[in-house]
């Protein structure tokens, strides 16, 4: 069976066909596409994204800070000192330079950052989610690792409550955490009702089942060997098939963030020294 994704020849799929669940899926799937776009509709995180840009983009945010100096203080030195420091180029050159940094240590170590949102979302992450089939051997000190790093572990599948329970207990996972039984829609109504919960939620899908909760979640990860459409849906992908690199991709997101932050005080104490001094 070939499927075509929006125009992408994704080749064959290496399960063999769609079964029953596997065409529920794919129609869940295709519901949650933008009728006006090949991309799946606009969060309000992208919303954000583009007002982010705008504020920053070159000019407006030294305008607009300048213009408010000299409204207040009447100093024509202090707002030319704004103007000539420049609030937001501090960040707009350390900001995409921590993330390509950061981005390309993270390849070296088979770990793929799709964009500085995935990066910035996976560091706010407070809860995983995994489909069962993707906790491979070895997934008990994956899932350690993630609860030292204060992300509490789930596991939700398609499979009966035993099995999926069975698997949650050999994982230290308590049972009110490990969601059996469940279809497509069931899985991304697990991610939204966490979210609604107030969590931050990060999925670790592997079939084409888990796409929509993919879509849906704040941060979607894939292993090198899921699904196509896992892999093409994920935000973060791990191309050595190795779980054990989950924690050591959110340990890269967090540090590049804490600098992120370092710099931003660095800057803002730098401008406010500037117009103290004009």
Not at 48 to 57: H, K, N, W
Not at 132 to 138: D, P
Not at 160 to 186: K, N, Y
């Amino acid at each position: 069976l070939y499927v075509t994704y929006f125009g992408l020849d994704l080749g064959e799929d290496p399960h063999g066909g769609f079964g029953e669940q596997e065409a529920d899926a794919f129609e869940l799937l295709l519901d949650q596409v933008d009728d006006d776009s090949t991309t799946f509709p606009p969060t309000g995180d992208v919303l954000r994204t583009y007002r982010l840009a705008l504020i920053t983009d070159p000019g407006y945010a030294t305008l607009l800070v300048g213009s408010a100096v000299y409204a207040a203080t009447g100093s024509l030195v202090r707002a030319t000192g704004i103007v000539n420091l420049d609030l937001g180029t501090g960040m707009r050159v350390s900001s995409p330079l921590a993330y390509f940094v950061t981005r390309r240590r993270a390849t070296k170590l088979g770990i793929q950052i799709r964009s500085g949102r995935a990066m910035e979302m996976l560091a706010a992450a407070d809860t995983v989610l995994f489909d069962q089939t993707a906790l491979r051997n070895g997934a008990r000190d994956v899932i350690d690792g993630l609860r030292g790093l204060g992300l509490e572990p789930h596991v939700f599948s398609g499979a009966g409550q035993d099995a999926v329970r069975a698997t949650a207990a050999s994982l230290g996972i308590p049972p009110e955490h490990a969601f059996a039984g469940l279809s497509p829609q069931q899985k991304l109504e697990a991610v939204q009702a966490l979210q609604a919960d107030g969590h931050s939620v990060a999925v670790v899908g592997d079939g084409i089942d888990d796409v929509a909760a993919m879509m849906h979640a704040d941060v979607a990860i894939a292993l090198g060997s899921a699904g196509v459409l896992a892999r093409e849906s994920a935000d973060i992908l791990l191309l050595n098939d190795r779980l054990a690199d989950l924690p050591v991709a959110v340990q890269l997101a967090r540090h590049t963030l804490y600098l992120l932050r370092q710099n931003m005080t660095q800057v803002t104490a730098t401008n406010l020294g500037a117009i103290g001094y004009g």
